[in-house]
């Protein structure tokens, strides 16, 4: 088993699509098909579910994606903290993101072309590691913390089909969307959120699918195919939805809102170079 099966295993477990992940990895789908096989051979056991072309982790692939991340993630981790030794990488920041504030791996590099000093380590939810310089994350609450800075607030919204006959209006009422199919996200506050809103209006939710990943892309091939609906956060997701594919409609009647947050150790306080970090994300967020 080698570092090259893992990142190609969790890239295709993230995106849901051997060709999109093959695309994004900058090699073939055949070559890419062939390494996972090459895995799942050497672990005797399929990590996959495999229907046409879609392709989304079993039970088995969702447990080894927790393990495969941890090892990712810590040697990450080794590389950075040995370049800081050698002197070779500098101005390491250690962030910690509990929540999804865009596709995995686009904030570093779009930071990086903005501030080419700065190397972000990011953190995904499941690391076990506990050091970390930022932590951003989601709460329904408001908070007031020394150690706690807001970031944003948004409110969830319907995310429909472009097809879909509500699709047009300028608002909607949960209600309406009580005969159509959920697409679920398990991560995020979305399971949370989506269940209170259903309690709140009396309904029992027709659940047709249910991803599990740090990315909604899979999410929104579903809801682009006619597949169902569902709620997503209307600024820090806002990027991946493609208006001709997916259109965001705000609820009139049962409404939730999260608040976004950037937290730092009580003891050692931001520094510099997370300073601009924080106010990057800020703007971004603010701007969708």
């Given at each position: 088993?080698?570092?090259?099966?893992l990142?190609?295993?969790?890239?295709?477990?993230r995106?849901?699509?051997?060709?999109?992940?093959?695309?994004?990895?900058s090699i073939?789908?055949?070559?890419?098909?062939?390494t996972?096989?090459?895995?799942?051979?050497e672990?005797?056991?399929?990590?996959f579910?495999?229907?046409?072309?879609?392709?989304?982790l079993?039970?088995?692939?969702?447990?080894?994606?927790?393990?495969?991340?941890e090892?990712?993630?810590t040697?990450?981790?080794?590389?950075?903290?040995?370049?800081?030794?050698?002197?070779?990488?500098?101005?390491?920041l250690?962030?910690?993101m509990?929540?999804?504030?865009?596709e995995?791996?686009r904030?570093?590099?779009?930071?990086?072309?903005?501030?080419?000093?700065?190397?972000?380590?990011?953190?995904p939810?499941?690391?076990t590691?506990?050091?970390?310089d930022?932590?951003?994350f989601?709460?329904?609450n408001?908070?007031?913390?020394?150690?706690v800075?807001?970031?944003?607030?948004?409110?969830?919204?319907?995310?429909?089909?472009?097809?879909?006959?509500?699709?047009?209006?300028?608002e909607?009422?949960?209600q309406?969307l009580?005969?159509t199919?959920?697409?679920l996200?398990?991560?995020?506050?979305?399971?949370?959120?989506?269940?209170?809103?259903?309690?709140?209006?009396n309904?029992k939710?027709?659940?047709?699918?249910?991803?599990s990943?740090?990315?909604?892309?899979?999410?929104?091939?579903?809801?682009?195919?006619?597949?169902?609906?569902?709620i997503v956060?209307?600024?820090?997701?806002k990027?991946?939805?493609?208006?001709?594919q997916?259109?965001?409609?705000?609820?009139?009647?049962?409404?939730?809102?999260?608040h976004i947050y950037?937290?730092?150790?009580?003891n050692?306080?931001?520094?510099?170079d997370?300073?601009?970090?924080?106010?990057?994300?800020?703007?971004?967020l603010?701007?969708?």
């Open positions: 088993m080698t570092f090259l099966q990142q190609y295993f969790q890239t295709v477990a995106v849901g699509s051997i060709a999109s992940a093959a695309e994004t990895l073939s789908p055949a070559s890419l098909s062939k996972i096989h090459q895995l799942e051979a672990l005797g056991i399929q990590l579910s495999r229907e046409g072309r879609r392709i989304s079993n039970q088995a692939g969702s447990v080894f994606l927790e393990y495969a991340t090892i990712l993630d040697m990450n981790a080794a590389r950075l903290e040995l370049g800081n030794l050698t002197g070779t990488i500098r101005h390491v250690h962030v910690r509990d929540v999804l504030l865009d995995p791996g904030i570093p590099v779009e930071l990086k072309a903005i501030h080419p000093e700065i190397t972000l380590d990011i953190m939810p499941s690391s590691r506990g050091i970390y930022l932590r951003f989601a709460t329904s408001e908070l007031v913390d020394d150690n800075e807001h970031i944003c607030s948004e409110r969830w919204v319907a995310a429909l089909p472009a097809t879909h006959p509500l699709a047009s209006q300028h909607i009422r949960f309406e009580a005969k199919p959920f697409i996200f398990q991560d995020d506050g979305h399971e949370e959120t989506f269940m209170s809103m259903c309690a709140d209006a309904i939710p027709q659940v047709n699918l249910a991803f990943s740090h990315s909604h892309g899979g999410l929104h091939r579903a809801i682009s195919e006619g597949l169902g609906f569902s956060p209307e600024r820090t997701w990027s991946e939805w493609k208006q001709d997916v259109v965001l409609v705000p609820f009139c009647d049962i409404m939730r809102k999260r950037c937290a730092h150790p009580a050692r306080p931001i520094t510099e997370g300073r601009l970090v924080i106010d990057y994300i800020s703007k971004k603010n701007q969708a």
